[in-house]
């Protein structure tokens, strides 16, 4: 995928720090929260403040170029993967999985209920996972 042009597609203005927080959330696929993101390109960006790496990943969910999950309430988390499927959260390690969602979602922009015209949709399932339990 290319940030530059993913970007550009949901009509966001690629700056640097943008393009840097896009890219890291496209290869890490593990739902980081703002804090991870910001201390790891800290280091590359040093003008990175936290409240810009919060208001882009803020920027590029309202565009649909990234989804926010409250699935922690602790920590809000933040993934590149906007196709519908679902998330588990591991209440020992606080790790969040995707999961394929059992009944066949449609496009979440061709959806309507009851008149009100559907957004988003959010899937999420807590409890320990295969991993934790495996170390028990
Ligand atoms: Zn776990
Ligand atoms: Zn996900």
Redesign the pocket.
């Known amino acids: 995928m290319n940030v530059i042009e993913h970007l550009q597609e949901h009509s966001i203005k690629p700056s640097v720090q943008r393009i840097a927080i896009m890219q890291y959330l496209i290869e890490h ?1 593990t ?1 980081p929260t703002v804090e991870e993101i910001y201390s790891t390109l800290l280091p590359t960006i040093p003008t990175l403040s936290k409240t810009t790496v919060y208001n882009t990943l803020k920027l590029l969910s309202e565009h649909g170029a990234a ?1 926010t ?1 409250t699935i922690d309430e602790r920590n809000t988390c933040y ?1 590149a ?1 906007t196709s519908p ?1 679902a ?1 588990f959260l591991c209440k020992h390690c606080g790790k ?3 999961l394929p969602i059992q009944n066949d979602a449609k496009q979440v922009e061709e959806m309507s209920i009851n008149g009100h015209e559907i957004q988003e949709i959010h899937y999420y399932y807590k409890g320990i996972c295969k991993e934790c339990k495996n170390k028990k």
């Open positions: 696929r739902h989804q999950l993934d993967d499927h998330h969040v999985y995707d």
